[in-house]
């Protein structure tokens, strides 16, 4: 479809009579409405996950699962939905999967016990999962490549707002409503959304083939073993799940399972799953490879952070957002600018490395911040600020260097092979980051107390702090006073050097995006 566009990007069919013409900038609002609605409740839930524990008096093992059941049937099903959007149309697969992520939102707001809830967030995941790689593809489709800047801007954007407003409208919803008005806000919103889409997304045809159903075996076994395998990791401590099954042996089954596929996908098939001829577009091989870094990021940064302000600092869920207030502001107001102007002038090899770099360098200011007695205001705003203006320069040149290239009619499975390696960077810097964090918590916490805790206090704390949940480390603050002065202290030093792992990471994405080629070509 972008061929047919004129310069301002209106279908050149709407001179013809009879055919309603092509609002691309309509079309990209209406999928921002649900792509709104799923950032907000990826952000939404770990507000309520106290709250949820208590009402529904269960483990906080099985209240955990109520994210990582979400996370997971995100992941698998990827892949799938963007070859669904190439035959079926983008917009019949997005609708269907707004419909789906509509009435899972119901139920998860009425469900009376946590099994229910798990099993309505699986249903969630899989709508998520059909709408999140049209959303790129549309795009792709409707502007010619070098006028996708701006529309990519935008939907960075989305992410910078739906980070401010998830805590904020989390705390609210929950003090005043209950843990349920988190899903059922979802409702009318995604009502609203589906009759913008139904009346403003174009219905564009989609491309008959055959589905390759063994590789969406191979790959559906692989991707879920290996997200599984990756999410449970840290709380079994990388040893056995059930029985002997480790969990090393699921990571590598899935690794293998991941590994036929390829070949299957190189080898075995007319209509593949993922067309390995993507790969040979320079700019989507390392977009592909960056995007997995730059959500490794995205999910690893704001754990050690967000641990030391609330148990190193005392900061309630609301405050901890505040902090934050300046990076959500800033990226939201200059991802536009950046996909409408700096993209077309300085290219995404030159924005993708250096907003990398800003965003390593404002991390790398919030860990020398994590003491016990350090001034955090201002200076916090001040790294939120730097972190805000490193994001807003990664996100949509990243995604309008990887879409340059792709055929028309493969912008789907492109956008999922995209997506889904950014899916399971973040389930990786989830893992990653926790164990990491639970080292340096050992490390710090395990060292003696004395002199400041008495001998019959210290004999209340544990031997070995490796063993101890993160959220159970609260409870360690009610021991003593002179308990809480060493915990703070220590805690505070240990999610300092837990930032250290997104800072490299970062560092890593930066490197990688320096064999992009620069800027998109022109249609």
Known sequence: MAEQMDPDGVDERHSRPGVRPIRPWAAVWSMLVGFFMLMIDTLIVSVANPSIQRELNTSLTATIWVTSAYMLAI??????????????????VFMAGMALFTVASAACGLSGTITALIMARVVQGFGAALMTPQTQAMIVRLFPPDKRGAPMGVWGSVSGVAMLIAPLAGGFLLDHLGWQAIFLVNVPIGLIGLVLAGVFIPR???????????????????????????????????????GPITIPMLVGTGVAFMAVFVIWEVKGTHCPLVPMRLFAHRDFAVSTAAISCVRFVSAAMPLPWLYFLQLGRGYSGQESAM?????????????????????????????????SLVWAGGLWWLALLSTDSSALVPWAWVASAVLGVGNSLVWSPLSVAATAHLPLDEAGAGSSVYNTVGQIGSVVGAAGVTTWMNTRIAAELNRPPAPVVSDAVAAQLPHDFSTVELGDLADLLRIDPAVAQWFTGRFASAMGRGMWLPIAVCVLGAVIAVGLTGRARRS
Request: glycine fraction near 16%; charge should be positive; hydrophobic fraction near 50%.
């Open 75 to 92: 992941a698998v099903p990827l892949l799938v939905a963007g070859r669904l959007g190439d035959r079926f149309g983008q917009k019949t």
């Open 323 to 355: 902090v934050m207030l300046p990076s959500a502001v800033i990226s939201g107001v200059l991802s536009p600018l950046v996909g409408a102007k700096l993209i077309h002038r300085l290219g995404s090899r030159v924005l993708v490395p250096v907003g």
């Open 204 to 242: 564009l045809d989609g491309a008959p083939a055959r589905f390759d159903w063994i590789g969406m075996i191979l790959s559906g076994v692989g991707l879920f073993l290996l997200v599984f395998g990756l999410q449970e990791g840290s709380a079994h401590h990388w040893g056995r799940v059930w």
